[in-house]
Each structure stands twice: as structure tokens, then as C-alpha cells.
């Protein structure tokens, strides 16, 4: 009876994950755009255009206006192939890559020709997209895996755009810190005279800037998650045009017809670090070390179909030593005190988890009979040694 009630919940699990898929898409801002023309440069209306995702094979159709126009809407950035048919024209191809928040304009012009002919554009059209006006940088997976990248937090390349100045990530908001492992980023960059509070930071289309503290990220992505990352200072889309410095879009992988991904580990010690000019530089580093691994994975749910996954994972293990400085640490006498009487719990399993190892226990500090002090309202613990 139980492995029968696993299957069942299993089942159902599987069906409402397929159902809720659709809800579950990113809200991607970039669109494709343009007019089909003859060689006259007259309009084609009712001319049927198709465009594919290169990765997904995913496609979408639409007909042109009486003007000519097509347009389609909240494109995922990458490779995409356009295909123009339309009656007394040969067929015409054309490949264009979307970058993030972009609004791409692509015109295409068509022959007179029969069906079975073709005209296909080799190169990527246009070089010089005339749909929109925009200081833009963008940055693919090649530039975030090739740059070197404090603490593996690529935020700071938010620096690199034109117009933007600012020396990037900082320590400065509490929880901030230079790696992913923040729970809030402080980006110190700013653009059109404004300050870092101006800034608005996204993430798959969702606003991650805090609502706290303005400018403040709160969410640091894994740089091997992400597809782009996109710095743009002016001509911002409507539905995040309520910042006036810089806007950093980030767009995460997903998923292809074709399985792929990748394993990492960025490991450091003190060896690695160059020793001090300074006076007393034989003095050497105390040892430590941090491997701060990456793997991610994506492919096809069902091939062939519009379902794709993509995971990935940035665990980070380091240890290091203190040399002869004093610590504070939880006293022993306390730990058998947890495990005596709150055993089971989280704060216990903490304690017996990560002891300190090869620590010469002094005096102890505080107890908390020095902040409570004695009797029905304080605490009865030693007194401070």
C-alpha cells in the first residue's frame, strides 16, 4: 500500500509541475521586428513569416501587415532563423541573434520567383539595428566564463559598459560581501549623474533590486547560469523605466534539444598569493584554502518539443587557519548542556556538527548570567571567570 500511494503522488506531482509549466516561463522583454519588401522596395502584405530558435527548434508564425510589418514578442536573446514565404516570391531566409531587453529590427526583401526557389541571407542581418537608440553593453557566456571575476561574482562587470562609473561590488549594505554567497550585493556604479540608488537590477525579467535599500541586489545568480548580461544606461523598456541610472538585465540559460553543461572548480591557498614586499615580508600567509565548485546541466525534457531544463549548482568549501589569534567559540560545558536538553534540534545538530578541532581552550569570556544577572528573572549559570 505505501509503494502504491508513492506512485500516485508521484504521478500527480509530475502533472501538476507539466501543467503549471506555462506559468512558470521566464518573462523575457526582447523583440524581432521588421518589413518584407520586394525589389522595389514596395511593401509585401499577408506574406507568411516564421521564425525559429536556433538551441530550441521552438517556432512562431505571423503574417505581415498592409504595411509590410511583422513583429514578434518577448524573445528569449540567442540565434534565431527567419523564413519569408509569400505568393509569386521565392522564399528568403535571414538569421539574426537577440540580445537581451533588445528590440531587433530585421527587414528582409524577397525576389519574384516561384516557390521552389530559395534566397537565403548567409549573414546575420542587420549590423546596425535601426529599431531602437541605446548605450548598451552586452556581455555572452563566453565574456562571463573568459573575465576574471572577483570572489566568481560577475555584478561588478556592470562597470565595464560605456557612460558607467563606479568601482563595482562592494561590502558596503549588511550581508554584502565580494562572492555569491551575499544575501544582499552592493553595486557602487551609477550612471547619467545619478546615484547607485538609481539602479535597477533584474534577473529573468523580475526586478531583484531591493526594496530596502535601493540599488541593492538581492540576488547574486551563478555567472555559469547565465546566458547575457546586459548594462544599459538609457532608452529603457517601459515596464522598467522607473530607474534613471543603470539598468543590468541578466538572462539564464535554458535548456536545448541537445543535452550540455559544464563542472568547475576554482580553487585557491596561500601558495597562489604573491608573498609581501613589504617590510617583513618572510612573514607567510596562515593556511587556507576554498575550492568554490560550479556544475550545471541542460537538455530536453521531451525532445523535440517545446519542454527544457536547465540546473545548476555553486557549492563552496574553504577552511582556514586563525594562527595564534584568539577566538571565540562555543564552550564544551554548553554543547552538553544542548545535547542534554534541546537534543534533536537545529541549533544542537549545528553545535555537535562542526566542533573546532585542535583548540586550546583558555578562560571563558561571558556567560549569561553577565547580561541576564540571578534570581527568578536572570540566570543561574557560573559565575565570570
Known amino acids: 500500500m505505501q509503494a502504491r500511494s508513492f506512485v500516485s503522488w508521484s504521478i500527480r506531482l509530475l502533472i501538476t509541475v507539466l501543467v503549471m509549466a506555462n506559468a512558470t516561463w521566464a518573462q523575457f522583454t526582447g523583440n524581432i521586428q521588421g518589413t518584407v519588401a520586394d525589389p522595389s522596395g514596395a511593401a509585401v502584405a499577408q506574406a507568411k513569416v516564421t521564425l525559429i530558435n536556433v538551441a530550441t527548434q521552438v517556432s512562431a508564425t505571423t503574417n505581415t501587415d498592409a504595411s509590410g510589418s511583422y513583429r514578434f514578442l518577448s524573445l528569449a536573446p540567442g540565434s534565431y532563423k527567419i523564413t519569408v514565404e509569400a505568393a509569386g516570391f521565392a522564399r528568403a531566409e535571414a538569421t539574426a541573434t537577440l540580445e537581451t531587453n533588445q528590440n531587433l529590427n530585421v527587414p528582409i526583401s524577397v525576389k519574384v520567383g516561384t516557390a521552389t526557389e530559395a534566397v537565403t541571407v548567409t549573414a546575420e542581418a542587420p549590423l546596425l539595428n535601426t529599431a531602437e537608440t541605446r548605450n548598451q553593453q552586452t556581455l555572452e557566456t563566453q565574456e562571463l566564463s573568459a573575465l576574471p571575476l572577483q570572489g566568481r561574482s560577475m555584478i561588478s562587470l556592470v562597470t565595464l559598459a560605456p557612460g558607467v562609473t563606479g568601482r563595482g561590488v562592494t561590502g558596503g549594505a549588511p550581508g554584502s560581501g565580494l562572492d555569491n554567497y551575499s544575501t544582499e550585493t552592493t553595486v557602487e556604479a551609477s ?28 540576488l547574486t545568480p551563478n555567472p555559469d547560469v547565465v ?26 540559460k535554458s535548456g536545448a534539444d541537445q543535452f550540455h553543461g559544464l563542472a568547475s572548480d576554482y580553487f ?13 615580508s618572510a612573514q607567510k600567509f596562515n593556511p587556507f584554502h576554498s575550492n568554490n565548485m560550479s556544475a550545471t546541466i541542460g537538455g530536453p525534457i521531451i525532445p523535440h518539443h517545446q519542454f527544457f531544463f536547465f540546473f545548476g549548482v555553486e557549492p563552496l568549501r574553504g577552511s582556514s587557519s586563525t594562527g595564534d589569534a584568539p577566538i571565540t567559540i562555543v564552550n564544551p560545558q554548553f554543547i552538553a548542556f544542548a545535547n542534554a536538553n534541546n537534543p534533536g534540534t537545529f541549533g544542537t545538530k549545528i553545535l555537535t556538527t562542526y566542533v573546532p578541532k585542535n583548540v586550546t581552550v583558555g578562560a571563558v569570556q561571558d556567560t549569561a548570567q553577565s547580561f541576564f544577572g540571578t534570581g527568578a528573572s536572570g540566570c543561574n549559570t557560573a559565575a565570570r571567570k
Not at 227 to 252: D, L
Not at 268 to 280: E, G, I, R, T
Request: glycine share 8%; aromatic share 8%.
Open 191 to 218: 550612471a547619467n549623474g545619478q546615484g547607485g540608488v538609481s539602479n535597477m537590477l533584474i534577473i529573468d525579467g523580475l526586478d531583484a533590486t531591493s526594496s530596502v535599500r535601493q540599488g541593492v541586489l538581492n
Open 227 to 252: 546566458q547575457e548580461a546586459s548594462s544599459q544606461v538609457n532608452t529603457f523598456s517601459t515596464e522598467y523605466g522607473h530607474s534613471s541610472s543603470i539598468q543590468f538585465a541578466m538572462t539564464t
Open 268 to 280: 585557491n591557498y596561500q601558495a597562489m598569493f604573491a608573498k609581501n614586499s613589504l617590510p617583513n
